[in-house]
């Protein structure tokens, strides 16, 4: 009887493994949006892909390739964006197999899992996410996810 209950318990503090399987399903199809997406940011920022006229053009205009420039290094930062988030994707799935996904890392209660559905990689609760926002810059630890 007492077996019965410290179960009972227990799923109540993680999820079961048909929700978790739900939520790798959702995991898996962002991570593949993701890849496709980071595959075409480095390709617009990098000149492997290029078959314009970039090479016939004349180099004095200036203020095009300041342009290009520009809209290069924007892509490269989308493109580390992108990367961080699919770290944070990947850590999501290892969260699962180790059944620890969807636990605050904070308060260490369920995160809602209308949360999860919409940030799947979240680590922290809305009420985490308060705190951390009332609690000063300067002693705010790092946030390895972007929620």
């Not at 399903?25 to 892909?49: F, M, P, R, V």
């Not at 203020?63 to 924007?74: A, D, I, M, N, P």
């Amino acid at each position: 009887m007492k077996k019965a209950t410290a179960t009972s318990q227990m799923e109540k503090n993680r999820y079961s493994d048909e929700e978790l399987e739900e939520f790798k399903q959702i995991i898996l199809k962002k991570l593949d949006k993701a890849h496709h997406d980071l595959k075409l940011l480095t390709e617009s920022y990098t000149t492997g892909n290029e078959h314009d006229t970039n090479d016939t053009s004349p180099t004095f205009k200036v203020l095009e390739e300041g342009y290009q420039v520009f809209s290069k290094e924007e892509n490269s930062k989308f493109a580390a964006r992108q990367e961080k988030f699919i770290k944070s994707l990947e850590n999501a799935l290892i969260r699962i197999e180790n059944k620890t996904y969807g636990i605050c890392r904070v308060t260490g209660k369920l995160i809602p899992a209308d949360r999860l559905r919409s940030v799947p990689h979240a680590t922290l609760s809305i009420e985490a996410k308060r705190m951390q926002v009332a609690a000063p810059v300067a002693s705010r630890p790092l946030d390895p996810d972007m929620e």
